[in-house]
């Protein structure tokens, strides 16, 4: 009896009881660190394809759903993973991911038209929603909060290098092959992610409850796209007031009602009721919520307010925006490693790097309106990423901390996707305000400056000096709007904060079993 139980655990699985040693920590980060940069650096190479794309398949309209389709999936999809994975397991759910990454990576390198695009970039994005999210799981698992920040800061420091390797290879792989190789080069990455997830992640996954909640999974899935084409959509294929967005918002809010009903009656909810009455939990995804909406609404601006109104090219430009994701690195890397392994508190350091980005974002806005120099706006990006890099990291760490296991893996897709939602609407929000005012704005020199593109730009520099300085002061004054937003909503993300419960983290695994028994 004893020998057939025995038999059904590999002789390589450690025992569930048993701390991970250093071997097995290393081996596991290294495997998921492939994952996630599977995931970062298709994002930033589809993005410098986008030129050749449209020259090729046609449907300028459209092209920004190729982005879109992406994001919208990823979002709507990561806090089932979450669920599944506390079901099931984390290498299955993490397996199924890449699993379905891959597929609609070869998909959408074998499209022919920009509709097949579109959606082969939904299907590459479903799998997407789960690369992150079970990647923190993982790490969440192995490693205990005390010991976690410096974890977290890898995770920050492989998106940092995504971000400036994927251009360039987007660049090289599209000029020297053709756009489709941006999608294929996801199969050895993406083999190599299974094959080291596969031999590092041994740990035997407790069973528990395998009734699956299909029907909520259906309503949040449906409700969450709703609200989010509802932003993709509004103001842009169709005006906020349309009876089109009426009808998507209305949809949104009944499937959001049902769902509520729903998941108050399920026994085994795909989202459960309890994680909203933790306190720490609900504090955090608001925090996380509203620091992505300031960050990325402001700060998707950087390139259009170096090119447009500073008159840098656009390589300059990608240059100029990097000390944000230099700061964030290595203000995250500090805070793991040193503050949080030394001090064992998570609270003050948000708090601090909160105040500073706030402060950031103030300077921003005054030195876009009054024609700041770079020596005063380089130094306040890299200040704002120093700051953003004591908030994001630490606030998994810590929701981790408060929630039971049973519930960890959905709690931290959970707060992933309130951190996409909110950065989701910070874009949306800061495109209308900029929308807003440039096409009020009237005409210069017969010149509409609503259609001030690239091409406008050369001939607008042709047109009298007065009306060129005009069309650069509006620029300057709108994208200053922008940064005085994303102030706003960092700071009531740092009042958000000031509410968060701070719990000492626990420094072993046994320490959290207690914790939650």
């Known amino acids: 009896m004893n020998t057939a139980r025995l038999d059904t655990v590999p002789r390589s699985a450690p025992a569930a009881g048993d701390p991970p040693d250093r071997r097995e920590i290393r081996a596991v980060i290294f495997g998921l660190m492939i994952v996630l940069g599977l995931g970062a650096i298709d994002q930033s190479i589809v993005a410098t394809a986008l030129p050749r794309i449209v020259s090729d398949l046609g449907g300028l309209t459209h092209l920004s759903w190729v982005v879109s389709a992406y994001v919208l999936a990823s979002t709507s999809t990561m806090p089932l993973y979450g669920k599944l994975s506390d079901q099931y397991g984390r290498k299955p759910m993490i397996y199924a991911a890449i699993l379905i990454f891959l597929l609609g990576s070869v998909l959408s390198g074998m499209a ?141 809010l009944v499937l959001f009602v049902f769902f509520i009903l729903h998941i108050r009656r399920e026994p085994e909810p795909v989202l459960p009721p309890d994680l909203f009455r933790n306190r720490l939990f609900v504090v955090a995804c608001i925090v996380l919520a509203l620091t992505f909406m300031g960050m990325l609404g402001a700060s998707l601006f950087f390139p259009l307010f170096f090119q447009m109104v500073m008159g840098v090219s656009a390589s300059h430009s990608g240059l100029l925006t990097g000390p ?76 981790q901390n408060a929630l039971p296991l049973a519930h960890r893996g959905v709690g ?34 017969g010149m509409h400056v609503a259609s001030l593109t690239e091409a406008g730009m050369k001939q607008l520099a042709t047109a009298s000096p007065e009306a060129h300085a005009a069309a650069i002061a509006l620029y300057r004054h709108a994208i200053a709007m922008t940064f005085a937003t994303g102030t706003a909503i960092v700071a009531l993300a740092l009042l958000a904060l000031l509410f968060l419960p701070e719990l000492p983290l626990a420094t072993d695994h046994g320490a959290e079993a207690k914790r939650e028994g």
Not at 229 to 237: I, K, Q, T
Not at 412 to 430: E, N, P, Q, Y
């Open 112 to 252: 022919q038209t920009l509709m097949q695009l579109i959606i082969f970039r939904a299907i590459q994005g479903m799998g997407a929603g789960g690369l992150l999210p079970l990647a923190q799981i993982i790490i969440g698992d192995i490693v205990p909060p005390a010991r976690r920040g410096r974890n977290q800061g890898s995770i920050a420091a492989v998106f940092a290098v995504c971000s400036v390797i994927g251009p360039i290879a987007g660049g090289v792989i599209t000029d020297l092959l053709s756009w489709h190789w941006i999608f294929y080069v996801n199969l050895p990455i993406g083999a190599v992610a299974l094959v080291m997830i596969g031999r590092a992640l041994k740990r035997p996954h407790h069973a528990r409850s395998r009734r699956i909640d299909y029907l909520g999974a259906a309503l949040l899935t449906s409700c969450t796209t709703s609200f989010l084409l509802v932003l993709a959509l509004g103001g842009n294929e169709w005006a906020w007031n349309s009876p089109q967005i009426f009808g998507l918002s209305a949809l949104a």
């Open 324 to 399: 944000l994701m230099v700061g964030v690195v290595i203000s995250s890397m500090v805070n793991g490693r040193v503050l949080l392994h030394r001090f064992g508190r998570y609270k003050p350091a948000q708090i601090c790097g909160l105040s500073l980005a706030t402060a950031a974002f103030a300077v921003l806005a005054w030195a876009a309106a009054t024609s700041r120099g770079f020596w005063t706006i380089e130094p306040t990006i890299f200040a704002l990423g120093l700051g953003l890099g004591l908030v994001m990291p630490t606030m998994t760490i810590a929701v």
């Open 412 to 445: 931290t897709a959970t707060l992933a996707f309130f951190r996409s939602l909110g950065g989701l609407i910070g874009v949306t929000g800061s495109g209308a305000i900029l929308a807003y005012r440039v096409q009020t704005a009237g005409a210069l020199d």
